[in-house]
């Protein structure tokens, strides 16, 4: 089992940046794809990124491309969710989640285990 505690929200005017971190706590860290999803009001639970057990691939979908980049230190157990150029609409509760089967980590169902979210919230 592996816990999830991610930080680094906040509120941020439209066209800034933040870098979420989601630490893990638990098994080895390095065992588990992380993937991002983000969930607005009202809304499901959306796919961001996620990020290979090595850290050597991440995949998003092509809105997300450009914007939003993960990146992981095994070191530090530590994933990391970098968004840029942020827009109102980016406004959402964003989670880290860890899958321990293989699979290309896009949907909420392939993960095993998800933080308690933080929340970013932009300003137009």
């Known amino acids: 089992q592996v816990q999830l505690v991610e930080s680094g929200g906040g509120l941020v005017q439209a066209g800034g940046s933040l870098r979420l971190s989601c630490a893990a706590s638990?098994?080895?860290?390095?065992?588990?794809?992380i993937g991002w999803f983000r969930q607005a009001p009202g809304k499901a639970r959306e796919f961001v990124v996620s990020?290979?057990?090595?850290?050597?691939?991440?995949y998003s979908i092509d809105s997300m491309k450009g914007r939003f980049t993960a990146s992981r230190d095994n070191a530090k157990n530590t994933v990391y969710l970098q968004m840029n150029s942020l827009k109102p609409e980016d406004t959402a509760v964003y989670y880290c989640a860890a899958m321990t089967r293989v699979g290309g980590g896009v949907e909420v169902s392939e993960y095993d285990y998800w933080g308690q979210g933080t929340q970013v919230s932009v300003s137009s």
């Open positions: 638990g098994r080895i860290f390095s065992s588990y794809r």
């Open positions: 990020v290979s057990r090595s850290g050597a691939n991440t």
